[in-house]
């Protein structure tokens, strides 16, 4: 019996109701029946011929047939009650092939499938170009419509999960990886780029570097896949400047080779207004304190001239309406005190004393954690170090050393300017991908801020301008309704049984659900919109180091080894 | 003074003693071979349960007809038994399970095979023509024919050599292979004399009385009494008491080492009180594969429909 073959594994049974959308199977003696299985059952329609009906087991329970009293399983160990053990699977439809909504007959019989008949039952088979997202408990590739995550007919990967044991970092990585590895892309992969956020640990700051403990069943996982095992081949990594030093020295624990130190200039900060981004706050769009902010954005923005010889710094009007070169962060931060305190500067408005001195203490609090990101005159070689994620396919942007405001301000004014660049650029290809963990922190479910608009904004027509987000968050039923409901993709990982029963998880069914809250790392659950049902998923241990330990020329810390993020 | 007791069976399934025609019929000649006093034997518990094969059958009168023929009317049914073993192995099971279907004729009348159909499939009657003048009479013919069937797989279990020992529901009216023990849950004809009955009162669980030997349709036979269930000081004195059987070929010595090991055995099979609507002497296996054999002969009713459908169908033929 080779691997490729249908095996009859029983029948369909007669004392619970079959449906064409769910029916039960009485599971043969000598064999088995295992959640997740795709099974076939053929039934004959009178005057219409054969129906295939196919379906994925949900549920497989065992019991002592027509036994009346718990104690009854006492006695059949002692050999003097005989019962007969009956195993039954419950399958849920997933095609009908003619589309007849009849259901299958007690007594026909259901093989468990392989093969061509696997890829019907599952639609792989009419998906026009097909991205593996991992394999079934039985070794067999999953897919995902790639349409469905490209944009042509939906866009956007959801991925929910507890922290440390959901590896929803790492899945995220591995379909990145799939994307630009399995040749899915064809000829677009060359210009399709990534663009990674790191938020936790070092974990993505090796995505260039080969996995010394990748052992040959892992290999062998990735040869069933249809992947090479080997790491990322184009990556380019960006980690914050160091503060207080004059070279743009990355501010990284144990990769310092090969990443490159990323800050903004004072002139990119006002001439691309980003000062929004330092006021990110919950709770800061509910006060007065949102209008100073965009009246002084727009102000500064308005009024900025280049300075000869100074491509870091711009001159602005002081408050005395004079123009004056503004060299630092900090001297742009002092200036834009003294307007608000001048009542001459328009700046003010109708703003109160109390506003504006709300806006202060805030601006100051900003500047103590993102200031060292923003550099004046004393920059070198600003272009170098400004974010580029065209030179590299997968741009990974460290943040998590990040004060959390630092970190919203990097995520707004990257994804913005991002945004605006696809914008302009009226097409929807090249394609890029955006990974971000801790989607709560930017799109939190209630309130409004400059970061979640952006967010919100790609999750809504990212699709058609060729921005696919690939989000992800402990619950989603803390952030944004809109955006984790416009995901065409939906992933959870070990869930929290409390978390699992909100409506953000309806696609999950009742069994689905509970497994949620088993899940071991490295096995998800998938939904995607040609099946009715998640599917489990396992993907293989990573081919490309997550920490300095598992990198060939790594570091001596060896905690952890082989646990996903 | 008279004192009331209880017969501890459900009412419905009629009484656990119940003489069929005469209660006062004369027992048959009893042989008391064994060399002991009149007592009871105490019988071990054996360590491990023996591989038993308990042998039993269920009836049932599907429909009940009338054959006529001219001016004769004869009582006459169609009538479905089934016959099966179920093992005391590990783990117990219930195979060779046999469905029969018979049309039982009065009267000497005959008829063509009945074949009825429910859904897909096809379930024949076969006629046996008999004498039977009255419905009773009609209802003992299905009666024989199962058991029958019953001696038939006693016989083919007993073959197989892989019993230690086969229990079989009921007298063992035919020549049977050993070792083979007829259990009679209901107590239809007393046999011993008034002071011998005495004892059936005082036999706690696991003991026996001593064997007695009779012949019954010139079938030789040892038989005795043995308590499988404790009896409460409410219940009737022979509450929980079982009569065995087995084949006077077997010889004194065999028979008397088979009654210690059956005696001994059966309280573990006994089913309590709550359980079983005849319990205690129903036991464990034997009311398991009663359900498992009621299962095949199929719904009552489905299967009564099919034989209407089927007469109607001759009609219009």
Same mark, same amino acid.
């Given at each position: 019996?080779?691997?490729?073959? /249908? ?211 892992? $290999? ?93 710094? *711009? ?12 060299? /630092? ?22 703003? /109160? ?60 004014? *990257? ?38 608009? *952006? ?25 944004? $309704? ?84 | ?317």
């Amino acid at each position: 019996m080779t691997e490729d073959q /249908s095996i009859p594994v029983g029948m369909i049974l007669g004392t619970e109701d079959s449906s064409p959308l769910d029916w039960w199977v009485a599971v043969a003696e000598e064999h088995y029946l295992q959640m997740d299985d795709v099974v076939l059952v053929r039934t004959d329609v009178p005057g219409r011929g054969e129906l295939a009906i196919s379906g994925v087991v949900d549920m497989v329970r065992a019991r002592h047939e027509a036994s009346r009293y718990e104690s009854d399983v006492f006695l059949a160990q002692e050999g003097v009650l005989p019962l007969q053990v009956a195993r039954s699977a419950h399958v849920v439809t997933t095609r009908l092939e003619p589309e007849l909504w009849v259901p299958p007959r007690p007594g026909d019989c259901v093989a468990r499938v392989r093969g061509v008949e696997r890829d019907q039952a599952l639609h792989f088979d009419s998906m026009e170009q097909r991205l593996v997202a991992g394999l079934s408990r039985d070794e067999q590739p999953i897919f995902v419509d790639l349409s469905f995550v490209d944009g042509r007919r939906g866009a956007h990967v959801n991925i929910s999960g507890i922290s440390g044991v959901a590896t929803k970092t790492t899945y995220a990585t591995f379909l990145l990886y799939a994307l630009f590895h399995s040749g899915v892309l064809g000829t677009r992969a060359a210009n399709t780029k990534a663009l990674v956020f790191n938020v936790k640990g070092e974990d993505l700051l090796f995505l260039d570097q080969p996995n010394a403990r990748l052992e040959d069943k892992d $290999r062998a996982r990735y040869a069933s896949l249809g992947l090479p095992h080997e790491p990322f081949q184009s990556v380019g990594i960006w980690a914050p400047v160091k503060r207080d030093t004059v070279e743009a020295i990355p501010d990284t624990g144990s990769r310092q080779e090969g990443v490159k130190g990323y800050f903004w200039t004072v002139r990119d900060f006002v001439k691309e207004g980003m000062l929004r981004f330092l006021f990110t706050e919950a709770g800061d769009e509910r006060s007065q304190v949102a209008d100073i902010v965009s009246r002084v954005e727009s102000a500064l923005q308005r009024e900025a001239q280049d300075v000869e010889g100074s491509p870091a710094s *711009v001159s602005v009007l002081d408050e005395n309406l004079n123009r004056t070169h503004v060299k /630092s962060f900090k001297e742009l931060c002092a200036l834009i005190e003294r307007r608000l305190e001048s009542s001459d500067s328009g700046l003010v408005a109708y703003s /109160s004393r109390g506003t504006v001195s709300a806006f202060l203490r805030r601006l100051d609090g900003a500047r103590a954690q993102v200031g060292h990101l923003i550099r004046g005159t004393e920059a070198s070689d600003p272009a170098d170090h400004r974010i580029d994620w065209q030179r590299n396919q997968v741009s990974v942007i460290d943040i998590h050393n990040l004060h959390d405001r630092a970190k919203r301000f990097v995520v707004g004014v *990257v994804v913005k300017r991002l945004f605006e660049e696809k914008e302009a650029s009226g097409s929807a290809e090249p394609l890029i991908f955006i990974v971000l963990d801790e989607l709560n922190k930017y799109a939190p479910r209630d309130g409004w801020s400059p970061m979640k608009e *952006v967010l919100l904004d790609i999750s809504e027509r990212g699709r058609s301008m060729g921005i696919i987000l690939i989000g992800a968050q402990q619950t989603a039923s803390e952030v944004e $309704r809109r955006i984790v409901s416009n995901a065409a993709i939906r992933i959870v990982g070990r869930l929290d049984p409390a978390e699992a029963l909100r409506p953000e998880y309806g696609f999950l069914s009742e069994t689905a659900r509970r497994r949620a809250a088993l899940l071991k790392p490295g096995t998800m659950l998938l939904q995607q919109p040609q099946l009715p049902m998640p599917l489990e998923l396992l993907f293989p241990f990573p081919a490309w180091a997550t920490r300095s330990s598992e990198a060939p020329r790594g570091g001596g810390r060896t905690a952890f080894a082989r646990k996903g993020s | 003074m008279t004192v009331l007791r209880i017969d501890p069976w459900e009412p419905e399934f009629g009484a656990s003693v119940e003489a069929e025609d005469d209660p006062d019929r004369p027992p048959p000649p009893l042989e008391f071979d064994e060399p002991l006093a009149w007592a009871p034997i105490t019988c071990m518990p054996p360590a491990t349960v023996p591989c038993c094969a308990f042998i039993d059958g269920v009836r049932r009168v599907d429909t009940r007809l009338f054959a006529e023929e001219a001016d004769v009317v004869a009582p006459a049914l169609a009538g479905s038994w089934a016959v099966g073993v179920a093992w005391s192995s590990r783990p117990p099971v219930v195979d060779t399970v046999k469905v029969r279907r018979v049309i039982v004729l009065g009267r000497g009348l005959d008829h063509g095979t009945i074949t009825a159909s429910i859904g897909g499939h096809r379930i024949e009657y076969r006629v046996v023509a008999s004498d039977a003048r009255t419905p009773k009479q009609v209802l003992d013919k299905l009666q024989d024919a199962m058991r029958t069937d019953e001696a038939a797989l006693a016989q083919a279990v007993a073959d197989t050599g892989r019993a230690e020992v086969i229990v079989q529901d009921g007298p063992l009216d035919y020549h049977g292979g050993k070792p083979t023990v007829g259990l009679v849950k209901r107590q239809t004809q007393r046999y011993l004399d008034t002071e011998r009955q005495r004892l059936l009162a005082m036999l706690e669980v696991g003991q026996r009385t001593p064997l007695f030997r009779f012949e019954r349709g010139r079938i030789p036979r040892y038989s005795w009494y043995a308590r499988i269930a404790p009896r409460r000081r409410i219940d009737g004195s022979i509450a929980g008491l079982v009569r065995l059987e087995s084949h006077q070929e077997a010889g004194l010595e065999e028979t008397r080492r088979l009654a210690d090991t059956i005696s001994g055995m059966l309280p573990s099979f006994a089913a309590p009180m709550w359980r079983d609507a005849r319990a205690p002497q129903n036991l464990y296996p034997v009311g398991q594969l009663e359900t498992v054999l009621r299962n095949r002969l199929g719904e009552r009713d489905v299967v009564r429909r099919a034989v209407e459908a089927a007469l109607w169908r001759m009609l219009d033929d």
